[in-house]
């Protein structure tokens, strides 16, 4: 199996759609419905990448993507965030909170799958 990648969004189409496409390109997909649940599952077992949506109930991506900074196991790992939030100033909220790339939906397969096998190396 391949690397381990998380992906958090409250839309169970959209996880659907992601999974599908990440495990299509041969890694390994682990799913949570919000913030809360990402985290939870992130702490539960060690993944290589997640990505997150913005917009969520409990906890929205950002304070996502700070939780998992301030855990040891996710100070470097790569972080993306895919959301239908596009404006500069939201961008720069995520590259503040620590998040390494930003995609915006609707999303290509392809190019996600491109961004994930650069990020990840």
């Known amino acids: 199996m391949g690397k381990k990648i998380l992906t958090v ?3 169970p ?3 659907q759609m992601v999974s599908h496409t990440l495990r299509g390109a041969g890694y390994e997909v682990i799913e949570a419905e919000d913030g809360v649940d990402g985290l939870d599952k992130a702490k ?6 997640v990505l997150t949506d913005q917009n969520m109930p409990r906890m929205d991506g950002l304070t996502l993507v700070q939780s998992l900074r301030a855990l040891p196991d996710y100070k470097t790992a790569p972080i993306l ?6 404006g ?7 590259r503040a909170a620590g998040a390494t790339g ?5 999303f290509d397969p392809q190019r ?3 961004v994930v096998r650069k990020v990840l190396g």
């Open 9 to 11: 969004d409250d839309s």
């Open 13 to 15: 189409t959209m996880r």
């Open 44 to 49: 539960r077992e060690l993944v290589q990448l």
């Open 81 to 86: 965030v895919l959301t239908t939030e596009s």
């Open 88 to 94: 500069d100033e939201m961008k720069a909220k995520g």
């Open 102 to 106: 930003w995609m915006v939906k609707p």
């Open 112 to 114: 996600l799958v491109d």
